[in-house]
């Protein structure tokens, strides 16, 4: 079973400049988070998709950052514009289905590594 | 507040020794709690979670409701078992999903 996909894998840009990130979870899987990693720090859930529906998105810095997630499959994640403070690494995963209580386990994929210059 | 909390940055010990990687939490209502584990150059991975009452890879974990903790241990630690640990919290009936900031445990030769 193939596991979920993330490119790239690295991305150096400008503050101010925009940037886009593509997650690929595994086949059959209705939910996707978006994390962020912050260096030191643990993963921080920025946006849960069911299917193609937001479930929750408070912590998503609606003012520079949008996901989409067309067709309940691929997402993708943008920052625009982005600063100093988004370098991180951003996580996608991937599960079964939401059960309230999140007990389905979270396959996650390699990441993205950010860093804004 | 909900939050979760790991003392500890960096735990080393010898190998066979006992491990204890400490895991504190915050929350209002019914919490799940959980531990991910990434080895070197590989994925966040799910080690276990409180509900199953499992162990993994030698490693259990107990759910102190009065303590507020979940501490993952294992007897005899293996130099495989290096790695970063999160614990993480899900609240019942929440898609809130909190993790920890980590520990890093280097089991020595």
């Known amino acids: 079973e193939a596991g979920v996909a993330q490119s790239p894998r690295y991305k150096i840009i400008e503050k101010r400049q925009s940037v886009a990130f593509w997650c690929n979870p595994i086949?059959?899987?209705?939910?996707l988070y978006w994390y962020q990693q912050i260096l030191g720090q643990g993963p921080k859930l920025l946006i849960q998709f069911q299917n193609n529906g937001v479930v929750d998105d408070s912590q998503l810095p609606k003012d520079r950052f949008s996901a989409e997630r067309l067709k309940g499959v691929d997402s993708t994640l943008k920052i625009q514009p982005a600063k100093l403070e988004d370098s991180a690494v951003y996580l996608c995963?991937?599960?079964?289905?939401?059960?309230?209580?999140?007990?389905?386990?979270?396959?996650f994929g390699p990441g993205t590594r950010l860093l804004v210059l | 507040a909900q939050r979760v909390t790991q003392p500890e940055k960096l735990l080393s010990v010898f190998k066979g020794a006992p491990v204890e990687l400490k895991c504190n939490y915050s929350?209002?209502?019914?919490?799940?709690l959980f531990w991910y584990v990434q080895y070197s150059r590989q994925r966040l991975q799910l080690l276990l979670r409180h509900i199953s009452r499992e162990s993994i890879k030698g490693f259990t974990a107990d759910l102190n409701k009065g303590e507020t903790s979940f501490h993952l241990k294992k007897p005899f630690a293996q130099e495989e078992d290096s790695a970063m640990y999160y614990c993480a919290l899900s609240g019942r009936g929440t898609y809130k999903y909190i993790f920890g900031t980590g520990t890093r445990l280097k089991v020595l030769a």
């Open positions: 929350y209002s209502g019914s919490p799940e």
């Open positions: 086949s059959g899987h209705a939910t």
């Open positions: 995963a991937s599960s079964l289905r939401l059960l309230a209580g999140n007990e389905e386990t979270q396959y």
